[in-house]
């Protein structure tokens, strides 16, 4: 028995290239391609942004778009798996929520490593899901 969880393992994907690189990772760890689930969580929309004032952006609109890059993104890259989804919220707390409803063995993510200011203000994602998931996350840094 390995000491890492190979069933169902969750990659949280923000588009940068440490996520891809955390979902070539993950996609080694886990004995099949379909036990490999891609989150993307998008943030919320604000009350003032222009486009939901002008009803030009909803939510629904938002998703399926964000759904199309992924997948897009995926079969550019060759990468197979077998969940993705579009969420919209707190990062940290909806990928350690999705990680809990999917029974997932592990989470798989990059961290920015960013620092001081940008950390304060940003805040880590990485650290809400190491705090809230209720099981292993494996942190890939640069």
Known sequence: MSWLPRETVVVPIDFS??????LSTASELATDPKHLHVIHVLP???PADPGVIWHTIDDEGRTKHAAEALKKELD????????SVIRIGDPGHEIAEYAEEVSAGLVALSSHGR?????LLLGSVADRVVRLARCPVLVLKK
């Open 17 to 22: 290239e440490d996520s891809f690189a955390a």
């Open 44 to 46: 919320e929309l604000e």
């Open 76 to 83: 550019a890259r060759g990468v197979r798996v077998g969940q």
């Open 115 to 119: 620092t001081g200011l940008r950390r």
